[in-house]
C-alpha cells in the first residue's frame, strides 16, 4: 500500500513562521508520509512578487501552506491553486507543524487574531509554551 | 502622584495624534499602542500589548529591514521610511515609519519608539491616475472571480494573448491592466484602443502608424500604438468591431510579429502582448462568419470570462466596500459604509450598466451624502423608485409597498404644492413636520428638489 504523502509549505524566519508570507526570505517545504516528516526541502525566495511565490508552490506540488500574515487576495490566489491554507499563525515552525499534524492547528489563531483564538484554539498554548 | 499624573499626561497626547506611535522593549515585545495605531492596524491596544511587533504588523520590512532592529542595534534614528504591513483584514496598508531609541535617565537604551503615518489614501489617488491596477483591485470571491484568480499567476508569467469577455461594465479593462501590471512588462507601457471608436481607415494609422507623404497631411512620420506599446502591453478593446481588413493585418502581427506603417516599406517587429476585450460572445460572430475565426483563434489562446454583476450578486457588499475606500480617498471624505436598506436596493437592484453602474451610483451617493453612512435619501430618485416598485410588483408583497408608492407619490404633490416647504407640505397632508421628515427620508424624497 503506497503511503500517504503530503508537501507542507511553512514560510521561516528563523526558527519561526515568517510574520509576513509575501515578504518571506526561505520557504521551508516538509514532505510527510502517514504524518511522519520524511524530508525537508528549503527554498531561498528573492522575489517579493506574490504571483511568483504561489507558483512556487504549484509548482512544487505543496498541498498545504501554514503562514503568518497573508493578504486577502493573494489568500485566494492561492486557495484557488487548491492549496490548503492555514494562515495569521505564529510561533515555532516545527511546533506549528507538529500541531498540524495532530490536527490541532487552525487559522487566524496568532496574536492579530487573539478572539477565534480563544473560540477555537490550542495553538496560543504552542507559542505560550515556547516562550 | 505626578509621574502619574504625567503618564495620564502622555497618554492623552499620544492618543489624539493622528500618528501610529507604539514602543517596544529589547525583545520587540510591544510595550505601548496608541489609538491611531489600533486603528490603523486593526488590532485593539490590549491585544498588541506584550506581543512581538512582527506578529502584530506582519510588515515586508520585518524580516530583512527591520527598521526598529537597526535604531536598536545603532542608536540611529530612521526617518520616513517606506513599508507595507497588513492590516487585520489582510489588507496591505503603506505606511511611513519613523524610529528612535528610548533611553532611561542614565542614558541605558530601554528599547524603542516607531511612529507610523496610513498612506492608504495617497496610494489610492496615485493608482487612480497612473491606472497601476493588480490583482488586489480585482474585487470578488464568486466562482468566476476565484477562476480568474486561479489563472491568474500563469497568465501573468507568460507573454501569451488573451481575451477577456464580457458585458460593458464588467470591469475588462482593469483586468488588462491588472494582467500587464503583474507581468514581467509591467514597466513599460500599457496603450489602450478601441477598436470600436474610429472609421477603419483612422484606425489603421492609427494602430500601425503612417511614414511621411503616405497620405496628404502625412507631413512627418507618426507611429502607431503598436510601436507605442513596445516593450509593453497593446490593449484592443471592443476588437469585435475591428474591421475586416484590419483583422487579417492584426493576424500577421499576431502570427508573424511583424507590419508595416501605412505608406512604409520598412518592416518593423512588434514587442508588445497583445490583451484584447470584446463585450459579446465572439465565438459567436466566428460561427456567423463576422470575425476571422483564424484571429479568434490567436486572441483566445487564454480566454477569461467576467461574469454580469447581476450574476455574481455575492460580490456586492464587497464591491460597495472597495469603492467606498476609492471614493472616501479621492474625495477626501470619511464615510463609513451604506445603510442596511441601500444595501438591500443594490441587492435586489437589476444592474444593467454592471459594476460601472453600481460605482457610478455610489459617486452619484459621495456628492450628496455628508454624514458617516449613505442613505436611500442620497441615491438617485429613480433608482429609489423603482425599488419600490419592484417590491410591489413582488407576488409574497402584499398591498403594503403599493400603499407606501401612493404615499411617496402624495408627499411628492404635496411637496411640490408647497414649494419644497416641509413645514406647509405636512400641514396640507395632516402630519407632523417629523413625522413628514421621517417618511421624506424613508422615501429618499429630498425637499429642496420642489424649490423654487
Redesign the interface.
Known amino acids: 500500500m503506497r503511503p500517504n504523502r503530503e508537501k507542507i509549505a511553512i514560510p521561516r524566519f528563523g526558527e519561526d513562521v515568517a510574520p509576513c508570507f509575501g515578504a518571506s526570505a526561505t520557504i521551508a517545504i516538509f514532505i510527510t508520509e502517514d504524518g511522519e516528516i520524511v524530508d525537508q526541502v528549503d527554498f531561498t525566495l528573492h522575489s517579493q512578487r506574490a504571483l511568483d511565490r504561489i507558483r512556487l508552490l504549484r509548482d512544487q506540488e505543496v498541498d498545504t501552506l501554514i503562514c503568518g500574515g497573508l493578504q486577502e487576495r493573494v489568500e485566494e490566489m492561492i486557495a484557488a491553486a487548491g492549496i490548503r491554507v492555514f494562515s495569521w499563525v505564529a510561533g515555532n515552525a516545527e511546533e506549528l507543524l507538529a500541531a498540524y499534524l495532530r490536527g490541532q492547528l487552525h487559522s487566524r489563531s496568532g496574536p492579530s487574531h487573539p478572539r477565534e483564538q480563544q473560540d477555537r484554539g490550542d495553538l496560543s498554548t504552542v507559542k505560550d509554551q515556547k516562550r | 502622584m505626578q509621574a502619574d499624573k504625567s503618564s495620564r499626561f502622555l497618554d492623552t497626547i499620544l492618543n489624539s495624534v493622528a500618528d501610529g506611535v507604539f514602543t517596544v522593549d529589547k525583545n520587540w515585545r510591544i510595550t505601548s499602542f496608541n489609538r491611531a495605531a489600533e486603528r490603523i492596524?486593526g488590532?485593539s491596544a490590549e491585544?498588541?500589548l506584550g506581543?512581538?511587533c512582527?506578529?502584530?504588523?506582519?510588515?515586508?520590512?520585518?524580516?530583512?529591514n527591520c527598521a526598529l532592529r537597526h535604531t536598536i542595534r545603532t542608536g540611529e534614528k530612521v526617518i520616513d521610511t517606506p513599508a507595507r504591513i497588513?492590516n487585520?483584514?489582510?489588507?496591505?496598508v503603506p505606511i511611513s515609519l519613523s524610529t528612535a531609541v528610548l533611553r532611561d535617565p542614565e542614558g541605558n537604551a530601554l528599547g524603542a519608539v516607531e511612529t507610523f503615518r496610513d498612506l492608504s489614501m495617497l496610494e489610492e489617488l496615485r493608482r487612480e491616475i497612473r491606472g497601476s491596477y493588480t490583482?488586489?483591485d480585482?474585487v470578488g470571491?464568486s466562482p468566476a472571480i476565484?477562476?480568474v484568480?486561479?489563472l491568474?499567476?500563469?497568465i501573468?508569467?507568460s507573454d501569451t494573448t488573451v481575451l477577456i469577455e464580457g458585458s460593458s461594465g464588467t470591469g475588462k479593462e482593469l483586468l488588462a491592466r491588472a494582467v500587464h501590471n503583474?507581468s514581467h512588462r509591467r514597466a513599460g507601457p500599457f496603450v489602450a484602443v478601441n477598436c470600436g471608436a474610429l472609421p477603419a481607415t483612422l484606425f489603421e494609422s492609427e494602430l500601425f502608424g503612417y511614414v511621411r507623404g503616405a497620405f496628404t497631411d502625412a507631413k512627418r512620420d507618426k507611429p502607431g500604438r503598436l510601436a507605442l506599446a513596445e516593450g509593453g502591453t497593446l490593449f484592443l478593446d471592443e476588437v469585435n468591431e475591428l474591421p475586416t481588413q484590419t483583422q487579417v493585418k492584426l493576424l500577421r502581427v499576431l502570427q508573424e510579429r511583424e507590419y508595416e506603417p501605412l505608406g512604409g516599406v520598412r518592416t518593423l517587429r512588434v514587442n508588445a502582448r497583445i490583451v484584447a476585450a470584446t463585450n459579446c460572445h465572439l465565438a459567436e460572430w466566428v460561427s456567423q462568419g463576422r470575425f476571422r475565426d483564424d484571429l479568434y483563434f490567436r486572441l483566445a489562446v487564454v480566454r477569461l470570462t467576467l461574469p454580469s454583476l447581476n450574476e455574481r450578486r455575492e460580490d456586492i457588499p464587497l464591491l460597495v466596500e472597495h469603492f467606498i475606500r476609492r471614493f472616501n480617498a479621492k474625495r477626501g471624505k470619511k464615510i463609513s459604509g451604506v445603510a442596511p436598506e441601500v444595501m438591500e436596493l443594490f441587492m435586489r437592484h437589476v444592474f444593467r450598466g454592471n459594476i460601472r453602474e453600481l460605482e457610478n451610483l455610489l459617486e452619484y451617493a459621495f456628492v450628496l451624502c455628508h454624514e458617516p453612512i449613505i442613505g436611500l435619501e442620497h441615491l438617485p430618485e429613480d433608482v429609489v423608485r423603482e425599488r419600490i416598485r419592484n417590491l410591489a410588483e413582488s407576488p409574497d408583497s402584499g398591498h403594503a409597498p403599493l400603499l407606501e408608492l401612493a404615499e411617496a407619490d402624495a408627499i411628492r404633490a404635496a411637496l411640490a404644492g408647497a414649494k419644497g416647504q416641509v413645514q406647509k407640505a405636512a400641514a396640507a397632508l395632516h402630519v407632523s413636520r417629523t413625522t413628514l421628515w421621517r417618511k421624506m427620508k424613508r422615501y429618499a424624497i429630498a425637499p429642496r428638489q420642489y424649490r423654487v
Open positions: 492596524t488590532v491585544r498588541a506581543q512581538r512582527s506578529d502584530v504588523f506582519h510588515a515586508d520590512i520585518c524580516e530583512r497588513l487585520e483584514r489582510g489588507r496591505a490583482f488586489e480585482i470571491k476565484r477562476k484568480f486561479a491568474l499567476p500563469d501573468a508569467e503583474l
